[in-house]
């Protein structure tokens, strides 16, 4: 026997208690991993390859003050603007769901591609949505969650705006970061409110990214001291300002995260000092031998690294694997978008599985270097 299957031998001499400890330590970094992952998805929101040319610009008061329409024709002549299409969120319910179940914006179908070009949709149902003022697009997501179909027609309950919208389902689209949104024409919605002539945000596509410092700046400054001032921001930004609102959630996800850990230190801590108490007898008959204390630490910490790598292995390659093959989209119904375990929080988790193994390792370690041969051979099996 050598050194390596003695360590081995010792870490799995009691089979059941160590597959515990390791599942424990599988089920608390897995728990781990999803919490992190979840984070990141509230704080950290994809992008698509366009939303560095998008600009949005919202009522500076506020999301729930509109903007008057004949702003675009000043947005449009502003040096460096490429496209300006009003999106409004509509807000409304679908059939008989409690909460509004997926995003509806009213927006110019013309400029639909032009604006949010990452859209995958035929060109027959592009110009079937452009043609009818009471045609709409569905992301591919939505559409297969409620058995959406070409030439369907969906009646959307209003919520925020007091009207209900009777469209027809034109085009269904997919590949973007959310393929679950709902799109219809604004004129449509502005005939509904009574010509209405009101948005909720403006969007602006920029021509070069390098124009969009100076483009936010002249639309600030187009609109101040004026009785509907806005705030231009980056796509970006104005994203992050959503998940600013998500402050206690993020606190709440960092705390449990913190309280897994704690918890999880202490099993494992708990665990290998009532092994190392076992085996007491066989430490003072290795110390005897002539084995020395380092020795004996670093056959204590290998076997706490083994039982915290088995539980690694099971918790954040699990997760990895679970996630990557599995909708979380529709498990969520549509929370998350995305729900992806990066290289990031995979080696976040295996670090906490070794912070473990050290920390787990420390009070027996302390134990059997106080340990004396007398003491050690006088202690019971």
């Known amino acids: 026997m050598n050194i390596a299957t003695f360590i081995i ?24 991993t999803t919490l992190l992952t979840a984070l990141r998805e509230l704080t950290v929101p994809p992008e698509d390859v366009g939303a560095s040319l998008r600009i949005a610009v919202r009522n500076k008061i506020s999301l729930a003050n509109t903007l008057p329409a004949k702003q675009r024709g000043n947005i449009q002549k502003i040096p460096g603007v490429a496209l300006v299409s009003p999106l409004t969120f509509f807000g409304g319910r679908f059939k008989e769901d409690d909460g509004i179940g997926f995003a509806q914006f009213g927006l110019d179908a013309d400029l639909l591609i032009g604006i949010f070009g990452e859209a995958n949709l035929p060109p027959e149902q592009f110009d079937a949505f452009k043609k009818d003022r009471r ?5 591919r997501d939505s559409a297969t969650r409620h058995g959406m179909k070409i030439g369907d027609r969906i009646t959307v309950k209003g919520g925020i705006y007091p009207c209900d919208l009777d469209l027809i389902l034109a085009g269904i689209y997919y590949g973007t970061i959310d ?24 969007w602006v596509k920029v021509k070069s990214a390098e124009q969009v410092p100076e483009v ?3 639309i600030n400054a187009t609109f101040a001291n004026t009785s509907a001032e806005v705030l231009a921001e980056t796509e970006r930004s104005f994203q992050l300002g959503f998940i600013s609102m998500l402050g206690n959630v993020t606190a709440f996800i960092g705390v449990l995260s913190s309280v897994v850990v704690f918890t999880l230190a202490l099993v494992t801590t708990s665990t290998m000092s009532l092994t190392i108490r ?35 292995l099971l918790g954040v390659g699990g997760g990895w694997l679970l996630y990557s093959k599995m909708s979380v989209s529709q498990a969520t119904a549509g929370i998350f978008p995305f729900f992806e375990v990066t290289p990031q929080i995979a080696g976040a988790g295996c670090f906490v599985a070794v912070i473990l193994s050290l920390i787990s390792a ?18 019971l099996d």
Request: glycine residues 8%; charged residues 20%; aromatic residues 10%.
């Open 216 to 218: 936010i700046r002249a």
């Open 362 to 379: 420390v009070p027996p370690i302390i134990s059997a270097c106080q340990l004396t041969v007398v003491d050690g051979l006088k202690t």
């Open 179 to 202: 393929d679950r949104n709902l799109y219809f024409h604004h004129t449509f919605l502005d005939e509904a409110m009574g010509n209405w002539g009101q948005v909720g945000t403006w």
């Open 135 to 139: 045609a709409c697009l569905v992301g």
């Open 9 to 32: 031998k010792n870490t799995w001499r009691n089979k059941r208690r160590a597959a515990l400890t390791s599942l424990s330590v599988a089920v608390s970094l897995f728990l781990l």
């Open 278 to 312: 076992e085996r007491f007898r066989e430490l003072a008959i290795l110390k005897a031998l002539g084995f020395k204390n380092g020795e004996i630490a670093a056959f204590i910490l290998a076997e706490s690294f083994m039982l915290s790598a088995a539980g690694a």
